[in-house]
């Protein structure tokens, strides 16, 4: 709810049936990670279709006309803008006509020297429609495939080309690629549907298909799928990994898998952790719903207080972190939120969330819980403070943004007028998640980044002064 701002969500699938009302309801499952636009691309056995729009799923992609996008292999996105505008232009799949094939790309995360490469292609005469790094991406598929005429060739040279983080859906006239960037910031798995094959950003999705897991995509492999079988073709070398955190504590759904770690249960387990390591003398434990929701369970479980839902929530108001200033951000909080008068009157509660960024909004709710009759708000957090940007794909790009850079936890804690405050350490966020620390990406806690990001320390780096360039092994792929 307090939480940072979705990344997006990419899905491909390969079958012996018309694929594209199989797309729409994987992308409706995978909404929750971009609500901006829908899209899909879809080959009909002499071009590749798209359809696509701002909007959610159900709005942008209008069930009368995703009927009519025929196909048996396709692609399809639902965005929240981190590199490029929210304009309709912006919405994927993107395509591109090569001299040999079209290309469809739909792309979840952010090219880090997206600024860099688009410099460079322009001095060189290329032309952008967009300010979308996708776009690029797409330019340099159709690049590669008029030199190489070679669809894996093409995606390895492009991905030579790329830092920063990717999970990429591509259709390449009929024949369907899945991709993660080395580090694996971002998800992607692959699934056996009946007559089919999927590739998708949650495991939800394949549920929702009744289809069956098959495994996660690995960093830095290319899957090529077809509606009987899939092939891998692997890194060409070991890499550092950098799963981001943030997916289980925030962006995927709780009954998702990823990458082996069942995010309601890492939820859950975060919860526990936080019991233990910052207790409470409260009458309740209740989350922020939804995203807190896992983790008031598991805290409610250690330490033994009942749990209770607070707070009634408004599904039909639009996200406030997507309102043009604070007063109108404030004032929606309002209408999405309402606490239950019966459930807190008169109580010490303890509620939990999975990050602050700002604090505004956690601020206001305190303040409902207060005029509800709350006799204590005490708050938990399932993430350590936010401190550092975000380059990879979410929308937290200046250390302005965040409350924790300014301000110690003890000042926070006034600030949003809470009784206690405390969040979960790094090392039982770590613990919670289930892998080593050197395999997550934690920069947004504890300033160290994967990449080699000007101004910024890098993860192997011992001080931001020290010269540090990009590692050859870090661009073999």
């Given at each position: 709810?307090?939480?940072?701002?979705?990344?997006?969500?990419?899905?491909?699938?390969?079958?012996?049936?018309?694929?594209?009302?199989?797309?729409?309801?994987?992308?409706?499952?995978?909404?929750?990670?971009?609500?901006?636009?829908?899209?899909?691309?879809?080959?009909?056995?002499?071009?590749?279709?798209?359809?696509?729009?701002?909007?959610?799923?159900?709005?942008?992609?209008?069930?009368?006309?995703?009927?009519?996008?025929?196909?048996?292999?396709?692609?399809?996105?639902?965005?929240?803008?981190?590199?490029?505008?929210?304009?309709?232009?912006?919405?994927?799949?993107?395509?591109?006509?090569?001299?040999?094939?079209?290309?469809?790309?739909?792309?979840?995360?952010?090219?880090?020297?997206?600024?860099?490469?688009?410099?460079?292609?322009?001095?060189?005469?290329?032309?952008?429609?967009?300010?979308?790094?996708?776009?690029?991406?797409?330019?340099l598929?159709?690049?590669?495939?008029?030199?190489y005429?070679?669809?894996?060739?093409?995606?390895?040279?492009?991905?030579?080309?790329?830092?920063?983080?990717?999970?990429?859906?591509?259709?390449?006239?009929?024949?369907?690629?899945?991709?993660?960037?080395?580090?694996?910031?971002?998800?992607?798995?692959?699934?056996?549907?009946?007559?089919?094959?999927?590739?998708?950003?949650?495991?939800a999705?394949?549920?929702?298909?009744?289809?069956e897991?098959?495994r996660?995509?690995?960093?830095?492999?290319?899957?090529?799928?077809?509606?009987?079988?899939?092939?891998?073709?692997?890194?060409?070398?070991?890499?550092?990994?950098?799963?981001?955190?943030?997916?289980?504590?925030?962006?995927?759904?709780?009954?998702?898998?990823?990458?082996?770690?069942?995010?309601?249960?890492?939820?859950?387990?975060?919860?526990?952790?936080?019991?233990?390591?910052?207790?409470?003398?409260?009458?309740?434990?209740?989350?922020?719903?939804?995203?807190?929701?896992?983790?008031a369970?598991?805290?409610?479980?250690?330490?033994g207080?009942?749990?209770?839902?607070?707070?009634?929530?408004?599904?039909?108001?639009?996200?406030?972190?997507?309102?043009?200033?604070?007063?109108?951000?404030?004032?929606?909080?309002?209408?999405?939120?309402?606490?239950?008068?019966?459930?807190?009157?008169?109580?010490?509660?303890?509620?939990v969330?999975?990050?602050?960024?700002r604090?505004?909004?956690l601020?206001?709710?305190?303040t409902?819980?207060?005029?509800?009759?709350?006799?204590?708000?005490?708050?938990?957090?399932?993430?350590?403070?936010?401190?550092?940007?975000?380059?990879?794909?979410?929308?937290?790009?200046?250390?302005?943004?965040?409350?924790?850079?300014?301000?110690?936890?003890?000042?926070?804690?006034?600030?949003?007028?809470?009784?206690s405050?405390?969040?979960?350490?790094?090392?039982g966020?770590?613990?919670?998640?289930?892998?080593?620390?050197?395999?997550?990406?934690?920069?947004?806690?504890?300033?160290?980044?994967?990449?080699?990001?000007?101004g910024?320390?890098?993860?192997?780096?011992?001080?931001?002064?020290?010269?540090?360039?990009?590692?050859?092994?870090?661009?073999?792929?």
């Amino acid at each position: 709810m307090t939480g940072p701002k979705h990344s997006c969500g990419v899905g491909g699938i390969s079958a012996d049936y018309d694929v594209s009302p199989s797309l729409y309801t994987a992308l409706m499952i995978i909404q929750h990670r971009g609500q901006e636009s829908a899209g899909i691309s879809v080959f009909d056995g002499a071009s590749i279709g798209t359809l696509k729009n701002n909007g959610l799923v159900n709005v942008a992609l209008p069930k009368d006309d995703v009927a009519k996008v025929l196909g048996h292999v396709g692609v399809g996105h639902v965005r929240y803008s981190t590199t490029g505008n929210k304009s309709a232009v912006n919405a994927q799949p993107i395509t591109v006509s090569t001299n040999f094939d079209t290309v469809a790309v739909a792309h979840n995360g952010d090219i880090t020297n997206f600024s860099d490469l688009k410099e460079k292609y322009r001095s060189e005469g290329w032309t952008f429609l967009t300010d979308s790094d996708s776009e690029l991406v797409t330019k340099l598929l159709g690049k590669f495939m008029t030199m190489y005429n070679d669809p894996v060739k093409s995606i390895r040279a492009t991905m030579g080309e790329l830092d920063g983080s990717y999970a990429l859906t591509i259709l390449i006239n009929d024949r369907l690629f899945a991709i993660r960037d080395p580090y694996g910031f971002r998800p992607l798995c692959l699934g056996r549907l009946d007559g089919g094959y999927i590739a998708v950003s949650e495991s939800a999705a394949i549920d929702a298909l009744h289809g069956e897991f098959v495994r996660d995509i690995e960093p830095g492999e290319i899957c090529e799928i077809t509606k009987d079988t899939f092939k891998i073709y692997p890194a060409v070398a070991q890499h550092p990994r950098a799963y981001c955190m943030f997916e289980w504590v925030y962006f995927a759904r709780p009954d998702s898998v990823l990458d082996g770690s069942e995010v309601y249960d890492v939820r859950k387990k975060i919860g526990e952790i936080l019991a233990r390591e910052c207790p409470a003398d409260v009458d309740l434990v209740m989350p922020v719903p939804d995203s807190g929701r896992a983790h008031a369970i598991g805290y409610s479980m250690v330490a033994g207080i009942p749990y209770e839902e607070g707070f009634m929530k408004n599904r039909f108001v639009e996200r406030t972190f997507i309102l043009p200033d604070q007063k109108q951000r404030e004032a929606a909080v309002s209408m999405k939120m309402n606490p239950i008068k019966s459930t807190v009157s008169g109580k010490r509660i303890m509620i939990v969330d999975d990050s602050i960024v700002r604090g505004t909004t956690l601020k206001k709710l305190i303040t409902m819980l207060r005029n509800a009759g709350a006799k204590e708000v005490h708050v938990r957090i399932g993430s350590p403070p936010i401190i550092a940007p975000c380059y990879y794909g979410v929308d937290m790009k200046s250390r302005d943004q965040f409350i924790a850079t300014k301000h110690s936890v003890d000042e926070i804690k006034e600030i949003i007028g809470a009784d206690s405050l405390g969040y979960i350490s790094l090392e039982g966020l770590v613990e919670a998640i289930g892998f080593k620390e050197s395999d997550l990406c934690l920069a947004c806690v504890n300033g160290k980044y994967p990449t080699c990001i000007p101004g910024e320390v890098h993860r192997f780096q011992t001080n931001l002064h020290e010269s540090f360039g990009t590692d050859q092994s870090d661009k073999k792929i």
